[in-house]
């Protein structure tokens, strides 16, 4: 799909017209800036649909570390079609590896304490599968992928069925043995309400430090066996540190994916 918006109707007619159509060409995407790889994949993908011949080597692996200046894929391939993947292949590179780097840093801000760093879906559409990956290599966990894949009452669910409580009740009755059923509360009122209901999950949202540190009181008090504490709402890097001392188990940020900046990557001749 983004090649198909890139080419247009006729293709590179830049290339098509400054370049012999057998003419070949060697490069690398290089990083501009330090980093964490992630889809390197994606260039292989979207130069071998222009060139199915091309040769692309992959230099660094997905989750390793690299400094600015670091070669990250070598692509020797027919010039056209080199230059007409070179945004794409650009485009997604850059974005997974900026969310690979940011989600690394959010990991090292929580290290030492026993909370992990989650994603969430607020993705860019279309490309959650490759946004979650990056995710998964800068070391955060994937929340679920889609709608499908477990049950998270929020507030307007909540809403809808008269309260907190219910809302579970009528989950737990439906969910088959294997799918987990997650709740959203917003104080510790709602979180002792739902507490005898027995979810997998809580969501704790936006609470307060000092109210997350309650909650996981009144939780790890309630003998109702392991219930994994999920805080979300108001998570930056400035914040996370002291939401991950409070004991929460999991901290879901949505800023990994729908506001990260992109690494700077670019096509250079070899």
Request: charged letters at 20%.
């Amino acid at each position: 799909m983004a090649l198909a918006e890139d080419l247009g109707r006729v293709g590179d007619v830049t290339a098509q017209a400054c370049i012999p159509e057998d003419a070949r060409f060697s490069a690398v995407f290089a990083a501009r800036q330090a980093g964490v790889m992630a889809c390197g994949a994606v260039v292989r993908i979207a130069v071998h649909a222009m060139d199915p011949r091309a040769t692309v080597t992959l230099k660094v692996a997905d989750g390793e570390a690299f400094e600015a200046g670091t070669v990250l894929v070598a692509v020797e391939a027919n010039a056209r079609a080199l230059l007409a993947a070179e945004r794409t292949a650009l485009n997604l590179l850059g974005r997974m590896c900026g969310i690979a780097t940011l989600t690394r840093t959010y990991v090292q801000a929580v290290a030492g304490t026993s909370a992990r760093i989650a994603d969430t879906r607020k993705t860019t559409p279309g490309l959650r599968a490759l946004e979650k990956h990056a995710v998964a290599c800068g070391g955060g966990l994937n929340h679920r992928f889609g709608l499908d894949d477990a049950i998270l009452i929020k507030d307007n669910h909540v809403a809808v069925c008269g309260g907190a409580g219910e809302a579970v009740r009528r989950a737990k009755a439906f969910a088959p043995h294997l799918m987990k059923v997650e709740v959203e509360v917003d104080s510790l009122d709602q979180l002792d309400e739902v507490l005898p209901e027995r979810p997998d999950v809580i969501m704790l949202d936006n609470f307060s430090l000092a109210d997350l540190e309650e909650a996981v009181r009144r939780v790890r008090a309630s003998a109702l066996g392991p219930v994994v504490l999920e805080a979300s709402g108001g998570v930056n890097l400035t914040t996370v540190a002291g939401i991950a001392a409070t004991g929460v188990d999991v901290i879901s940020v949505g800023a990994l994916t729908h506001s990260v900046p992109q690494l700077d990557v670019g096509l250079d001749a070899s």
